[in-house]
């Protein structure tokens, strides 16, 4: 993979969802390239919130791609909604092919097998309920197996969408290969909503990582 270098940071990076692409539309207006597939020439932004609203603010995007470009106030907040819906959907295609679980007994008991890529749990959500999963996951990682993030990205309705019910406050993603795809783009919105944690890294990464 080609090494790119942050507008804002000049940080270089080689891993696919540590940068997000930019492209000049059409009409010159700065669009996202997720995929990082639309033509023409682009420019990276490390992809945290955090950068967007900073390239926005020091107009990077016209430096960087030599030309003038009109760029969005809300750029920022547009990119947070594809991250929202691209995640939610490959939810929704991980949920189809088996690869993920609702409810908190079902949950649970995935997080203590072992087979949980990640859990969800709801943002309006109580906290007894996140404390629980919390510690099914403490517990799973000190009898040695993996580490197991939990993210509130979603609320119960949203989950609900996802994954074919009405309200959703628990969620376990499972196994390869959808549900690795799933994975991906949850810890993806993560990072860009929170910035690097525990939570990063590929659904590899989680199975295997260990207390420090």
């Known amino acids: ?120 749990h709801a943002k309006d959500g109580a906290t007894d309920g996140l404390r629980k999963m919390e510690q099914a996951a403490r517990a799973t990682l000190h009898l040695g197996g993996p580490h197991v993030p939990i993210y509130r990205l979603f609320d119960a309705e949203q989950l609900g969408l996802a994954l074919g019910a009405g309200s959703v406050i628990h969620a376990a993603v499972l196994g390869h290969p959808a549900g690795q795809a799933a994975f991906e783009r949850i810890a993806a919105l993560a990072l860009y909503r929170e910035g690097p944690t525990e939570h990063e890294g590929t659904a590899d990464e989680a199975a295997t990582k260990e207390t420090e």
Not at 51 to 60: D, H, M, P, S
Request: net charge positive.
């Open 1 to 120: 993979m080609a090494t790119r270098t942050c507008i804002v940071t000049r940080a270089k990076a080689e891993r696919g969802d540590a940068l997000l692409r930019f492209v000049a539309g059409p009409e010159g207006t700065i669009v996202p390239d997720l995929k990082g597939s639309l033509p023409g020439r682009g420019c990276w932004v490390r992809a945290e919130r955090r950068y967007i609203e900073e390239a926005v603010k020091r107009r990077a995007f016209s430096r960087a791609l030599k030309a003038a470009v009109d760029v969005p106030a809300d750029l920022a907040d547009k990119v947070d909604r594809l991250l929202h819906d691209r995640a939610l959907g490959a939810l929704g295609l991980a949920r189809k092919a088996g690869r993920a679980v609702a409810g908190a007994s079902k949950t649970e008991a995935k997080i203590r097998s072992g087979e949980a890529f990640c859990v969800l």
